[in-house]
């Protein structure tokens, strides 16, 4: 079992920046891919970003045009999203996932779910 634990959310002003961090417990991220997601209200939930086991490779959703970047810190067991030039329609609640396999954009395929913390973006 993984337990993965978000923080980072907040209030910011469109332009601003945020860096949300995923913290794992109970197994080591190093074998698991790991995403971001989001889900706006009355929205499907998106893929935002991952990055692969092992190899560190990362993809990102199209809106994201080279604004996040994501990145995983083996030694502390935690995934980032650094997020730039926020604008308002970013504000959802982000989720971060895990799965022990390839990469793969598809919220249903990943195995492990943390509670979210949501990022609002004012104009």
């Known amino acids: 079992q993984v337990q993965l634990v978000e923080s980072g959310g907040g209030l910011v002003q469109a332009g601003g920046s945020l860096r949300l961090s995923c913290a794992a417990s109970?197994?080591?991220?190093?074998?698991?891919?790991m995403g971001w997601f989001r889900q706006a209200p009355g929205k499907e939930r998106e893929f935002v970003a991952a990055?692969?086991?092992?190899?560190?490779?990362?993809n990102y959703g199209e809106f994201v045009k080279g604004r996040f970047t994501i990145s995983r810190d083996n030694v502390l067991n935690t995934v980032y999203l650094q997020m730039d030039s926020l604008k308002p329609e970013d504000t959802a609640v982000y989720y971060c996932a895990g799965r022990p396999g390839t990469y793969t954009a598809n919220d249903y395929q990943y195995d492990y779910w943390g509670q979210g913390t949501q990022v609002t973006v004012s104009s």
């Open positions: 990055v692969t086991r092992y190899t560190g490779y990362s």
């Open positions: 109970g197994r080591t991220l190093s074998s698991y891919t």
